[in-house]
Nanobody, 124 residues
Framework: VQLQASGGGLVQAGGSLRLSCAAS????????ISWFRQAPGKERVFLGG????????VYADSVKGRFTISRDGLKSHVYLQMNSLKPEDTAVYYC??????????????????WGQGTQVTVSS
């Protein structure tokens, strides 16, 4: 299973970015896909995920209302739309595949496969 995250870059505070996680359709059929981020010197933090069974998305409270996760109709990409970006959103963003229980969605250790990460830098 290979995941490839892309779409990161430099954006001003208040701006938007859309990250993409590419994988095979089978990957998205077999696994839930979540997004995490990791700032320098900090732990990897759950942002949200989309379930393989019904495409429902769940979000961390910290990004609810600003970030949206979706998948395309061909189910070959999962997106993380980020709006109203803040300097504290600066981090490396990762997509991950796994089958965690909904109650454990935020546990990075339960995800089997990870993309390589894409850097997001938000300037003030």
């Amino acid at each position: 299973v290979q995941l490839q995250a892309s779409g990161g870059g430099l954006v001003q505070a208040g701006g938007s970015l859309r990250l993409s996680c590419a994988a095979s359709a089978r990957t998205f059929r077999d696994y839930d896909i979540s997004w995490f981020r990791q700032a320098p010197g900090k732990e990897r933090v759950f942002l949200g995920g989309i379930r393989r069974t019904n495409s429902n998305a769940v979000y961390a409270d910290s990004v609810k209302g600003r970030f949206t996760i979706s998948r395309d109709g061909l189910k070959s990409h999962v997106y993380l739309q980020m709006n109203s970006l803040k300097p504290e959103d600066t981090a490396v963003y990762y997509c991950a595949a796994g089958r965690p229980a909904l109650s454990a969605y935020d546990r990075a250790g339960l995800y089997y496969f990870w993309g390589q990460g894409t850097q997001v830098t938000v300037s003030s």
